[in-house]
């Protein structure tokens, strides 16, 4: 039993950090177009960012189950596999993608306008001004991003149910199918300890930068 523990642990783990990963990088750069696009933002486009607007909230309002079932062809194509740990990294991403755009959508927007204003007087490009509203919303994108892992690791867990392996399969498949609650509830703990991990971690670096900032 142990052995199935430590190896559940780094299937959830694995799962969880590579889509944490990917999905950062692909909503950020969403959120940053969403941002830049708006009808306040430093390159206004109407089309661009209504189209981008819709597509991410479609993909906030399906349901997480629903949305694994429909990624699952996408997952064969580019993993070659429907079942196991790296599989679930597509949908996971997928489903992180539109929450992780609307975090740094509302972070940049809360960047001071005095901030962009200055930046743009004194001849800073577009990447220059991004760069800067990045580094000011930091702490905020930093709390955001430990949000967004937080609500993976449960994701992964219930990926469990359909073959995605990691600790919510076998607190499925060797605590709840075989009636041994100890079973079931010995991944659910671990899975609550990187939880707190997570935003301990997360917490931590959030008031470092924040402290170097306003230093």
Same mark, same amino acid.
């Given at each position: 039993?142990?052995?199935?523990?430590?190896?559940? &642990?780094?299937?959830?783990?694995?799962?969880?950090?590579?889509? @944490?990963?990917?999905?950062?990088?692909? $909503?950020?750069?969403?959120?940053?177009?969403?941002?830049?696009?708006?009808?306040?933002?430093?390159?206004?486009?109407?089309?661009?960012?209504?189209? *981008?607007?819709?597509?991410? %909230?479609?993909?906030?309002?399906?349901?997480?189950?629903?949305?694994?079932?429909? /990624?699952?062809?996408?997952?064969?194509?580019?993993? $070659?596999?429907?079942?196991?740990?790296?599989?679930?990294? /597509?949908? *996971? &991403?997928?489903?992180?993608?539109?929450?992780?755009?609307?975090?740094?959508? %509302? @972070?940049?927007?809360?960047?001071?306008?005095?901030?962009?204003?200055?930046?743009?007087?004194?001849?800073?490009?577009?990447?220059?001004?991004?760069? /800067?509203?990045?580094?000011?919303?930091?702490?905020? *994108? /930093?709390?955001?991003?430990?949000?967004?892992?937080?609500?993976?690791?449960?994701?992964?867990?219930?990926? $469990?149910?359909?073959?995605?392996?990691?600790?919510?399969?076998?607190?499925? &498949?060797?605590?709840?199918?075989?009636?041994?609650?100890?079973?079931?509830?010995?991944?659910?703990?671990?899975?609550?300890?990187?939880?707190?991990?997570?935003?301990?971690?997360?917490?931590?670096?959030?008031?470092?930068?924040?402290?170097?900032?306003?230093?």
């Amino acid at each position: 039993m142990q052995s199935l523990l430590i190896k559940a &642990t780094f299937e959830t783990i694995y799962m969880v950090f590579f889509s @944490s990963l990917l999905s950062t990088i692909i $909503g950020g750069i969403l959120g940053v177009i969403l941002v830049t696009t708006d009808k306040n933002g430093i390159n206004s486009n109407k089309m661009i960012y209504s189209i *981008l607007n819709f597509i991410v %909230n479609i993909f906030r309002s399906v349901p997480f189950l629903i949305l694994i079932i429909y /990624i699952l062809p996408v997952s064969k194509i580019l993993t $070659g596999k429907m079942i196991g740990s790296t599989a679930a990294i /597509i949908p *996971l &991403t997928v489903s992180a993608i539109p929450f992780v755009a609307r975090i740094f959508e %509302n @972070s940049l927007k809360e960047v001071d306008n005095g901030i962009v204003e200055a930046s743009i007087s004194m001849g800073s490009s577009n990447f220059q001004i991004i760069k /800067i509203m990045l580094s000011e919303c930091l702490p905020a *994108l /930093i709390n955001g991003i430990t949000l967004t892992v937080i609500n993976l690791i449960g994701y992964s867990a219930m990926a $469990g149910a359909i073959g995605a392996k990691g600790l919510g399969d076998l607190a499925i &498949t060797y605590g709840y199918h075989r009636f041994q609650y100890l079973t079931m509830t010995i991944p659910v703990v671990i899975i609550i300890l990187l939880v707190q991990i997570v935003q301990v971690l997360g917490d931590f670096i959030s008031k470092k930068i924040n402290k170097k900032i306003n230093a």
